[in-house]
């Protein structure tokens, strides 16, 4: 029993090691050190590519095309300084990490100063929704730039070259919060310069992080100096290069952290909290900080009175939300703080949805409008049926413009059908017609 147990987990160990082994279709480790250091150097026609792809996502953001921004990020050559900060960490060579700041920092300022000249002379200033998500980073920009670095630095490392990078750039998205830091400089908004560098700092950092971790994992070799005293001394200030990184990155990260939990929460709380026919939320805000956490909401409509507010004040405990202030502003009452751009967003918005939702019902309606030919079968067991009519009924709800279907199924008989009769139709005709949403109608 006892081998047997050991064989089986021997088996299991060696299906893991075969199926899961990052050393299958390694490439040449010189190569791959050679292709990663040539792609850190930003000169010629990687720094014209970078600034064209600059343009060109800079466009995408202001006219708010995902498309011509997922295009740019293909173009970009950003990854390279990063992946290279993450060799040189991983491999002892301080000269690489140098050489990928550097350049990483060359990057950064021209695509900031790209991005400020474009908006600057551009004609559309109104911050579209894809220049928005660029400005406030969340827990799941961190993931995916942890990850996505860790299928980067693997690709990298393999003989066949594959598209992994490309999609790694798309994903971990380097180069919108670039242009988002330019918008910010041209239209002299600070915070969203702020909250782009910001995101650009945490996708830069993960990636170079996954990519440390990749190549330690797959032993590349360190290198080694013949002077024992300056060997010491690289690895010495690549340990504390590593530690300033890591550590604001993993007080940054707690910081995310708890702003999307706060932040999920309070998006929970608004939609069940303030669900009222006769009162809607046309604008809130989330404000986070590490020493206090606001919810300011703006309602139209019917008047809540105060005992209705005091309550839902008290149900912010249920929603772990204990000692977040709470702001309700009612319509009008708001005075000078009414948002009446924002109010009449709102509106457009809740009326597009509607209308959405009543379209894809009634596509999906047609969809699925067509009924079999059940004629011949209907003749030959149900003979009492002279003829019928199986139709798909469409039931529109008017308070919430959801459409639905039943199978209506109408009959004329030549003769009276009995109740027993009639129970044999209906559960034949759910089971050959495949629903259960069925009524019958006889004549």
């Known amino acids: 029993m006892e081998e047997h147990k050991s064989g089986l987990a021997a088996y299991i160990r060696l299906f893991f090691q075969r199926r ?26 990687s720094l014209w590519k970078l600034i064209f792809a600059i343009f060109i996502a800079s466009i995408g953001l202001n006219v708010n095309s995902t498309a011509v921004i997922i295009g740019a990020m293909l173009i970009s050559p950003l990854m390279g300084p990063i992946i290279g900060i993450g ?21 950064a300022l021209i695509s900031i100063a790209t991005s400020t000249l474009y908006f600057y002379i551009t004609p559309l200033h109104d911050a579209q929704s894809e220049l928005l ?58 915070l969203f310069f702020a909250g782009a560098i910001y995101l650009f700092f945490i996708n830069s950092l993960f990636i170079c992080i996954s990519t440390y971790l990749i190549v330690r994992f797959l032993k590349f070799n360190k290198k080694h100096f013949e002077d024992r005293t300056t060997e010491k001394k690289v690895s010495r200030y690549i340990l504390i290069t590593v530690l300033i990184t890591i550590l604001p990155s993993i007080y940054l990260a707690y910081g995310i952290v708890q702003k999307s939990i706060f932040e999920n929460s309070a998006q929970r709380f608004v939609r069940e909290e303030f669900d009222f026919r006769n009162t809607q939320v046309v604008n809130k805000s989330f404000k986070y900080s590490r020493k206090s956490r606001e919810i300011d909401l703006l309602l139209i409509g019917a008047v809540l009175p105060k005992s209705k507010m005091d309550s839902i004040r008290t149900n912010l405990t249920l929603y772990k939300l204990q000692g977040v202030k709470l702001t309700i502003r009612q319509g009008l009452d708001a005075g000078a703080n009414v948002d009446f751009s924002q109010i009449k967003a709102s509106i457009m918005e809740d009326v597009f949805n509607r209308d959405s939702i009543k379209t894809k019902n009634i596509n999906d309606i047609e969809e699925t409008s067509s009924v079999p030919e059940i004629r011949e079968e209907v003749k030959s067991l149900f003979p009492t049926i002279r003829s019928y009519s199986l139709t798909n009924a469409i039931f529109t709800n ?18 009276e059908m009995s109740v027993s009769d009639r129970y044999k139709l209906e559960k034949w005709l759910k089971a050959r017609l495949n629903s259960n949403r069925l009524t019958m109608a006889f004549q």
């Not at 082994?21 to 990663?36: G, Q, R, T, Y």
């Not at 008017?398 to 209506?408: C, E, F, M, P």
């Open 20 to 45: 899961f082994n990052l050393h299958l279709d390694k490439a040449n480790e010189e190569e791959v050190v050679a292709a990663i250091k040539a792609n850190t150097i930003f000169v010629g026609p």
């Open 398 to 415: 008017t308070d919430t413009l959801k459409a639905d279907t039943i199978l209506q199924f109408t009959a004329i008989l030549t003769a």
């Open 87 to 107: 060799l040189g960490i991983g491999t002892n060579d301080l000269s690489l990490v140098r050489q990928g700041g550097r350049n990483l920092l060359i990057a």
């Open 133 to 190: 998500a660029r400005t406030t980073p969340s827990i799941w920009d961190v993931f995916i730039a942890f990850l996505g670095g860790l299928a980067g630095a693997i690709a990298v490392t393999r003989k066949e070259k594959t598209n992994v990078i490309p999609g790694v750039a798309i994903a971990t998205a380097l180069m919108p919060p670039l242009c988002t830091a330019g918008f910010g400089l041209a239209s002299g908004n600070l």
